[in-house]
């Protein structure tokens, strides 16, 4: 038996991703194998695509995906029988998920409520982490204001939902056009800008915490939209890296006593990152939190979804999904 699954051939645009088949999968010792019905497609796999992070030995033939939901099919040795059947989230790493199976750790998993569709599941779980764990990082207070540069993508989107939920004195957002300030609006977000930053008359000069899923080269410039003892965590780079001596606009405005820090939630340990996703799901259950899916579309259309991320066409997230599930 074989299964379908989407694979870089060649690193660039989304042009190099393929259709392959590989034999089905069998879970070793504390892995379980997941019949995958959603797919999170993030901003990380087109970060990997692109070649970005060649440093970290991605060859081709990688396949994408690091979120997936789905029911477990079978386990390996040391898992509890009780798994198969169940619906379950589960976090596969940098790769593996685009899958019509895939295989994740066992202690990865987390129930899905029955309430919770799968693609509000991988849409929540991921990206609603990165957004409280990257707001924790910060050292986010209510009553704090709260800038998300890049706010139209599934971390940003969770981000002016949880920060507006914290307390957050204000909570601006940078999009690209007015009808998706709209939308973010009505997650919670206060003042709407442009990607450079400008817009709404009324809305605040300056900021205490700036969450930025998008860095590149305008990414100095919003260390002038920090308040003094303001905090920018970097959350992504989906634009690139910043340029090599971005850290000068923060010397250069030294008495501010501004801070920056990166944040990888590679640095939450299991349990933590496993407890706050329970709860997450739980919040989406009693309709707390919103799951924003931009499209569903099948496992074999992955090239067409990543093109739409190139264009900035996404709203919230992309989910494939297998055919015939």
Do not use: C
């Not at 973010?184 to 809305?203: E, K, Q, S």
């Amino acid at each position: 038996m074989t299964l379908k699954a989407i694979a870089i051939q060649t690193f660039g645009n989304p042009e190099g991703l393929a259709i392959i088949e590989l034999p089905d999968p069998k879970p070793a010792g504390g892995q379980v194998l997941i019949a995958t019905e959603a797919i999170g497609v993030g901003g990380v796999d087109a970060v990997i695509r692109r070649g970005t992070l060649a440093a970290y030995g991605f060859r081709p033939g990688h396949i994408l995906g690091g979120e997936i939901a789905g029911t477990v099919a079978d386990v390996g040795d040391g898992v509890a029988r009780s798994w198969l059947g169940r619906r379950v989230w589960a976090f596969t790493g940098l790769g593996g998920g685009y899958a019509e199976q895939a295989i994740a750790p066992a202690a990865a998993l987390i129930p899905i409520p029955a309430s919770v569709p799968a693609a509000d599941a991988v849409t929540l779980g991921s990206s609603g982490m990165v957004a409280h764990f990257s707001l924790r990082h910060a050292r986010f207070a209510p009553g704090e204001s709260v800038l998300v540069r890049g706010a139209a993508g599934g971390i940003g989107v969770m981000t002016v939902q949880l920060a507006a939920r914290g307390g957050a004195g204000a909570v601006a957002v940078t999009t690209s056009s007015a009808e998706r300030g709209d939308r973010l609006r009505a997650l919670g977000a206060t003042h709407v800008l442009d990607r450079a930053g400008n817009g709404d008359r009324d809305a605040p000069a300056r900021y205490d915490i700036v969450i930025d899923v998008v860095a590149g080269p305008d990414m100095p410039s919003f260390f002038g939209r920090l308040n003094p003892n303001g905090r920018m965590v970097a959350v992504g780079v989906v634009a690139g890296y910043p340029p090599a001596g971005f850290a000068m606009e923060m010397f250069t405005a030294f008495r501010k006593s501004m801070s920056f820090a990166t944040f990888s939630a590679d640095t939450v340990p299991e349990p933590g990152r496993r407890a706050f996703i329970a709860e997450l799901f739980t919040a989406a259950d009693r309709g707390e939190v919103h799951p924003v899916v931009h499209e569903l579309m099948p496992l074999d259309q992955a090239e067409a979804a990543h093109h739409m991320m190139e264009r900035g066409d996404v709203f919230g997230r992309i989910v494939l999904t297998p055919s015939g599930r």
